[in-house]
C-alpha cells in the first residue's frame, strides 16, 4: 500500500503538473515556470533540475549511452535513491567540508577566468551568492559518493578472478598501460635566518593578544593571515579531525586544549608555525582553529642551498656514493629518505612506487622528461608536500614504456579493473532492488522510455 504522505504528494504532483500544463496551453511558445517531471520517495525532479544536469554535462563534453531526454531524469533519480539511502544509514556531510568543496570549485573558476571579481562580472554572481546556489547540489553529490562507496566497501577479488577475466577479455579491448617512472629524490631545505622564524613569532603572538583582549576573533584573524588556505577561508577551522591526521607536534597541543577561549602557545610543525584554538571535542576528534604562518626563504638561502645540492649531484654523478645513501643520510625529504628516496604515489588502490607523468609534481616531471634511467637531475627549485620550499635533485630509477597490459606485469592494474567491474554490479544490483522498493512517479512522456533500469515505470 502507498502510505497516506504518498498520497498526498502524490495528490500535490498531479494539482502543480496541471496547474503548470495549463499555464503553457496559454503560451504559444510552451514556456514553463518550472514542472514536476518525475516524483521519487518524497522527493519531485523538476525541469530545472534536467536542464541544469543536461547544460553541466554539456560543459564538461559528457555524453549519453542512450537518449538524454531519459537518461538524464533518471540519473538524478538514481542519485536520489543514494542520498535517500545515506540519511537512512546517517551518512553526514559537515558543513566545513562542503564549504571547502565550494571554495576549491570557486578558486578554481577563479584562477581560470583571472580572479575573483571577473568570475562574479562573468557568472553575473557575487560569491555569496554563488556558493549558496552551490551548497545543496555540493552536499547532495558528497551523500551519493559515500554512500555508494559503503555499499562496495567489502567486495574484493581474488587472483583466480583476475586470471579468468584476463583469459576471457577479448584481445582488441585489452586496456592499454601509459607509460611509468620510478624516481628516487633528494631535497635540501633553504636555511632560514632566525631573525625571520623570530619575526614570524612576533606576529603570532600579536594574534594571541589580540585574541586575549577580545579586539579582534581568532577566525577573523585566520581568513586575513593564516597561510593554510584551504582552512583560512573557514576562520581557520579544520573541522573533526583524528590525531593521526594531524601532525604530531600539532595534534600533542590540540588535543591538550580544554578552555575554548583561551589560545595555545605557539606550535612549530612539519608546515611552519601555528597557534591553536580549540572549538570542540567529540570523543577521539578534535575540531580547532588554527592560524599558519610560514617564514619566507630568501633568495640568498636557495642560492646557498642549490650550491651544496651542486656539489652533492656532482659526486654523485662520479660515483662517490650511491643516491640511495645520500637520500638517507643527506636529505630532509621525511617522506622518502627511510625508502632510500623512493618516491611513492598514493592512489585509491593503495600505495605505489610507479607514478605516469601526469601523477608526479609538476617539477619532478619536467625534470624526468627527458632522463634516461640512472640519469641524475641537475639541482631545481620546487614546493614540497609540506608546501615548503625545498632544493631538489632526482634519479630515474627505472622506466615502463606504454603497453598494453599482461597478467605477469600489469596484475594489479588488471585486479583493479576486475574490482571495479564487480563493484559495478554491486552498485547496479542495489539500484535496481531499491527501485522495486520505492515509489516512483513520471509523467506520461517518459512511458516506456529509453532507460539504462527496468523498473521505474508502475
Known amino acids: 500500500m502507498i502510505g497516506i504522505k504518498k498520497i498526498i504528494l502524490c495528490s500535490i504532483t498531479t494539482l502543480c503538473l496541471a496547474a503548470l500544463t495549463a499555464v503553457a496551453a496559454d503560451d504559444t511558445k510552451t514556456n514553463y515556470i518550472d514542472e514536476i517531471l518525475w516524483v521519487v520517495g518524497d522527493e519531485a525532479i523538476l525541469r530545472s ?27 538524478i533519480a538514481v542519485q536520489k535513491l543514494f542520498i535517500n539511502q545515506a540519511e537512512i544509514d546517517s551518512i553526514e556531510v559537515t558543513e566545513a567540508e562542503i564549504s571547502q568543496a565550494i571554495d576549491q570549485q570557486i578558486n578554481g573558476w577563479a584562477q581560470m577566468i583571472g580572479s575573483r571579481e571577473k568570475l562574479e562580472e562573468y557568472r553575473k554572481q557575487t560569491i555569496a551568492q554563488m556558493k549558496a546556489e552551490m551548497h545543496d547540489d555540493f552536499k547532495n553529490r558528497e551523500l551519493a559518493q559515500r554512500m555508494r562507496k559503503k555499499l562496495v566497501e567489502d567486495v574484493a577479488v581474488t587472483p583466480a578472478e583476475v586470471r579468468e577475466f584476463f583469459k576471457t577479455f577479448p584481445e582488441d579491448s585489452i586496456p592499454f598501460v601509459p607509460a611509468t617512472v620510478e624516481v628516487q629524490i633528494i631535497t635540501i631545505q633553504p636555511k632560514i635566518p632566525i631573525e625571520d622564524i623570530n619575526k614570524v613569532k612576533d606576529e603570532l603572538r600579536e594574534y594571541t593578544e589580540r585574541v586575549q583582549s577580545g579586539s579582534t576573533s581568532f577566525a577573523t584573524l585566520a581568513r586575513l593571515y593564516s597561510e593554510d588556505e584551504g582552512s583560512a577561508r573557514q576562520g581557520g577551522e579544520l573541522g573533526y579531525t583524528g590525531r593521526s591526521i594531524l601532525d604530531p607536534s600539532f595534534a600533542q597541543v590540540a588535543f591538550n586544549l580544554t578552555d575554548p577561549k583561551k589560545v595555545s602557545k605557539i606550535v612549530e610543525s612539519e608546515f611552519g608555525f601555528h597557534i591553536i584554538q580549540l572549538i570542540d571535542r567529540r570523543g577521539d576528534k578534535v575540531n580547532c582553529r588554527h592560524i599558519l604562518r610560514k617564514p619566507k626563504v630568501s633568495q640568498s638561502a636557495i642560492a646557498a642551498a642549490t650550491e651544496r645540492m651542486d656539489s652533492i649531484v656532482d659526486a654523485l654523478r662520479k660515483g662517490e656514493f650511491p643516491f640511495e645513501e645520500g637520500a638517507t643520510f643527506i636529505s630532509d625529504d621525511k617522506d622518502t629518505k627511510n625508502n632510500k628516496g623512493l618516491m611513492s604515489n598514493i592512489t585509491e588502490e593503495g600505495r605505489t612506487s610507479h607514478f605516469q607523468m601526469k601523477d608526479l609534481p609538476t617539477e619532478v616531471a619536467r625534470a624526468v622528461d627527458t632522463m634516461k634511467v640512472g640519469d641524475i637531475s641537475k639541482p631545481f627549485t620546487m614546493i614540497n608536500s609540506r608546501g615548503k620550499t625545498v632544493v631538489a635533485t632526482v634519479k630515474l630509477k627505472s622506466k615502463t614504456e606504454g603497453h598494453k597490459a599482461t597478467i605477469t606485469e600489469d596484475f594489479q592494474i588488471l585486479s583493479n579493473i576486475v574490482l571495479e567491474r564487480q563493484r559495478e554490479k554491486v552498485i547496479k544490483d542495489w539500484v535496481q532492488k531499491k527501485i522495486k522498493n520505492t515509489y516512483v512517479r513520471m509523467d506520461e512522456r517518459y512511458k516506456n522510455g529509453d532507460f539504462e533500469f527496468e523498473g521505474w515505470e508502475r
Do not use: L
Open 49 to 75: 533540475d534536467v536542464e541544469v544536469m543536461r547544460m553541466q554535462a554539456e560543459e564538461n563534453g559528457i555524453t549519453w549511452d542512450g537518449d538524454p531526454e531519459c537518461r538524464i531524469p533518471e540519473q
